[in-house]
């Protein structure tokens, strides 16, 4: 098992090293919003490439067009002009049923207001994907048992939302993310509703999850949490003003 | 996604607030309690009156006066004169008719009948023995009117069982007693055997006298209400309603049988009649229910689109997480069947004890049919789809993302 574990990271390692695989492929991308008689230009002419095992940030200040890129990013929302590739699949030719097919099993969403079913307990939470993709209930037990220990909350899987703390409750849907083991964790301000000390333990998890090979990208407009990924894309005026490097200054802490 | 897991999903979010599931259900329980009472109702009636015809006698033909046409001007129906003893005694003898077993003519009125200080207001039926046998009414104790009660125009008389019991009270045989009749004393002779049923089509009614009496002595008549004929069989009942019309056509002196003035039915007519009469009735009845189900209905629709605006979010979330249009429908869809199907249980119980309740009272049968039930909850579940599919739909076509975003 072990070792199984570690020839699938070797070769995840080798793969990003050779010959990474590109997950995201934007292209000349465009998002025109119609309200009423005024036009607004959400997005224009962005391109981006991501590729597999890459954790990127997205930055902008408000109304710069990082929440429209998400959008469009999750198979949420479709562009108004351009191509978008999620890994592999062209994602504005689908209908809305082969879209929620593809954000159920491609895409892992960590929303800023947690968005977990309230009166549901953390582990049926967990299994709520698992059941649009009908997989049978002992592996929805056993992958959902995994992954909430992944992140933490062995001993809490049958709390209900309402008795986690804002931490606990981002950890719950982070592992409701991961339980698919999906192409690309989609984050939108995970912290934004988070205590700073609990906001850091997040980003850990983030970290260790990059570090087992998982492609995250995290919108947000902190600066400070945005330095924990490797590359960083600054939007402005819904156009890719900047893409560089992060790290600027150190990883978080992982402590697992 | 599993249907179970869709029916767990169901329940939980209808659990949340109950007072609202609650209220929602009741319309449907009203709705479909009161549709299973009054279909139920109506067709215990019909019942009732089917066997009570039917107990009767089949080869019976029942000639009453029609009204009478002077100067081109129609009468009142049934309210002629026009059939005699003469018109009952040329039945019986007339050598034309060969399909007629048995005559009986009738006159009947309401009168007071008073029996020490019981007073009641009865049906009085003047008689021949003939009745007895063309009305199937046995005697349960004494003896029935008989010819030489006919012929000395004596006052006496056969009660029927539940005016015995009006009179003189349960458990008393009043064969021997007097009674008053419009304030003449009559002997009591015998009492017929119940024939069941209720209403003025029951003899068990009834008090009898002989005809001549009746029409001498109580009210001053010449003429007959009615001439009841047993048919040799029940095969010759066309046979027996023609020679017996062309009979009275000839004897009346009318040559054009529109011009009838009395009418000869047969069991079967009446019967039509009162199946097609309860049937209305039926059916009216069901018509005020339904109303009051389609009501119950557009509260379950009512309380599925407040829970679909109330669920925006977590529709979006749900969506995006990978549920499909078809799994979301199925999702409203479910809790609004287990809404109607639970508000059709409990109404098809109570239905079924509210109309319990009604044969007690009114001592018809308790005959619930399985298809009735079967029905109330098709119908039930089939509310729930009906009710149930806009709201489903609406959810259905929220876009995630306006879903997630809204407040």
Known sequence: MEAAVLVVDLLVDFK?????????????LSKIYNTGDIEVKALSDVSIKIDEGEFVAIMGSSGSGKSTL????GALDKPTSGSYHLDGHNVESLTDDELAEIRNKKIGF???????????????????????????????????????TMVGLADRMDH????????????????????????????????????????????????????????????????????????????????????????????????? | MKLSKLIKTGFKNLGVNKLRTGLAILGIVIGIGSVIALVSMGEASKLSVQSQIQSIGSNLLTVSPGSQTSGGVRGAQGGATTLTNEDAEAIKTSAQITTIQNVSPEYSGRAQVIA??????????????????????????????TSQYVSRMAKVAVLGPSVAEDL????????????????????????????????????????????????????????????????????????????????????????????????????????????????????LLSGVAAISLLVGGIGIMNIMLMSVTERTREIGLRK?????????????????????????????????????????VNGSEFVVTLQSVILAFSVSVGIGILFGWYPANQAANLQPIEALKYE
Request: charged share 20%; no cysteine; aromatic share 6%.
């Open chain 2, 320 to 360: 995006a997480l990978g549920a499909k249009k078809k799994t979301i429908i199925q999702q409203f869809l479910i809790e609004s069947i287990i809404l109607t199907f639970t508000g059709g249980v409990i109404g098809v119980i109570l239905g079924i004890a509210g109309f319990y309740f009604y044969t007690q």
């Open chain 1, 16 to 28: 990003n090293s050779v010959m990474a695989k590109t997950i995201i492929d934007v292209d000349h």
């Open chain 1, 160 to 256: 209900p939302p309402n008795k986690l703390s804002g931490g606990q409750q981002q950890r719950v849907a982070i592992a409701r993310a991961l339980v698919m083991n999906p192409a690309l964790i989609l984050a939108d301000e995970p912290t934004g509703n988070i205590a700073s000390t609990q906001a850091e333990e997040i980003m850990s998890i983030f970290q260790k999850l990059n570090d087992d090979g998982h492609t995250i990208v995290m919108i947000t407009h902190e600066e400070d949490i945005a330095e924990h990924a490797q590359r960083i894309i600054h939007l402005f005026d819904g156009k890719v003003k900047e893409d560089g490097n992060g790290h600027t200054k150190s990883k978080a802490t992982t402590k697992t």
């Open chain 2, 168 to 283: 003189f009270g349960e458990g008393v045989n009043p064969v021997g007693q007097t009674i008053k009749i419009d304030g003449k004393n009559f002997q009591v002779i015998g009492i017929t055997k119940a024939k069941g049923g209720s209403g003025p089509t029951s003899t068990d009614d009834y008090i009898f006298v002989p005809l001549t009496t009746a029409q001498k002595q109580l009210f001053g008549a010449s003429h007959l209400t009615s001439i009841a004929l047993e048919a040799t069989s029940e095969n010759v009942m066309t046979k027996a309603q023609n020679e017996v019309g062309y009979l009275l056509l000839s004897r009346h002196k009318l040559s054009d049988p529109a011009e009838a003035d009395f009418r000869i039915s047969s069991q079967d007519d009446l019967l039509e009649t009162i199946t097609s009469v309860t049937g209305t009735f039926t059916t």
């Open chain 1, 70 to 73: 998400m959008h469009i990013l």
């Open chain 1, 110 to 148: 960590v929303f800023q207001a947690f968005n977990l079913l309230s009166r549901t307990s953390a582990i049926d939470n967990v299994k709520l994907p698992m059941d649009y993709a009908g997989y049978p209930d002992l592996e929805q037990e056993k992958r959902a048992k995994e992954s909430l």
């Open chain 2, 116 to 145: 020490g200080r019981n007073n009641t207001n009865s049906q009085i039926v003047g008689v021949e023995p003939a009745y007895a046998d063309v009305r199937k009414v046995t005697v349960e104790s004494g003896s029935f009117i």
